[in-house]
T-cell receptor, first 118, second 113 residues
């Protein structure tokens, strides 16, 4: 078990460019979550998947944001036409949704991708 | 909507002493989970301790324990025998089922040697 991994760890981009981040969850976890964290604040929910289905999306998420989890394993988060206000840490987390032992509601976080929009 | 409030932006404690971090939450649900996460500077979020709302017994993990008061909707974290490695941002979080975590604003804990 290597934990949740995220790539890249840092991304600097110019305003108006598109960026894509990747998250690889813990292998047996079927739930995957994206959060955004700005400096000195707690993480805010963006969206989550159970297997390949996107089950919830935050009302705060603009149409410039899209997430996918095509095969129920890794996920990508794309931001189109980036703005300076998109600068933040983007966190991915995963959890185990069920099985013989029942679900676990603990979410395990990756190291995050820090986005800077200049 | 569920909310989580941490009223202490910063706390400090002497090494080897005990410190308590406060958290209150608001929900109309009866079945939920509460967590404390630790986020060291420039490092990833780590789960410290969890509490199931249906359990009356307070959770304990080594030097970390909680005081869960369901009626008061209070969930404080006590760190005993504080160590330098405990310095971090601590976040209280609420979840109902497999849904999103709702986080508080965080408390920055400083350990004085």
């Amino acid at each position: 078990d290597t934990g949740v991994s995220q790539n890249p760890r840092h991304k600097i981009t110019k305003r108006g460019q598109n960026v894509t981040f990747r998250c690889d969850p813990i292998s047996e976890h079927n739930r995957l979550y994206w959060y955004r964290q700005t400096l000195g604040q707690g993480p805010e929910f963006l969206t989550y998947f159970q297997n390949e289905a996107q089950l919830e999306k935050s009302r705060l998420l603009s149409d410039r944001f899209s997430a996918e989890r095509p095969k129920g394993s890794f996920s990508t988060l794309e931001i189109q036409r980036t703005e300076q206000g998109d600068s933040a840490m983007y966190l991915c987390a995963s959890s185990f949704g069920g099985g013989e032992g029942g679900p676990s509601y603990e979410q395990y976080f990756g190291p995050g991708t820090r986005l800077t929009v200049t | 909507a569920q909310t989580v409030t941490q009223s202490q932006p910063e706390m400090s404690v002497q090494e080897a002493e005990t410190v308590t971090l406060s958290c209150t939450y608001d929900t109309s649900e009866s079945d939920y989970y509460l967590f404390w996460y630790k986020q060291p500077p420039s490092r990833q979020m780590i789960l410290v301790i969890r509490q199931e709302a249906y359990k009356q017994q307070n959770a304990t993990e080594n030097r970390f324990s909680v005081n869960f008061q369901k009626a008061a909707k209070s969930f404080s974290l006590k760190i005993s025998d504080s160590q330098l490695g405990d310095a971090a941002m601590y976040f209280c979080a609420y979840v109902q089922g497999a849904q999103k975590l709702v986080f508080g604003q965080g408390t920055r804990l400083t350990i004085n040697p």
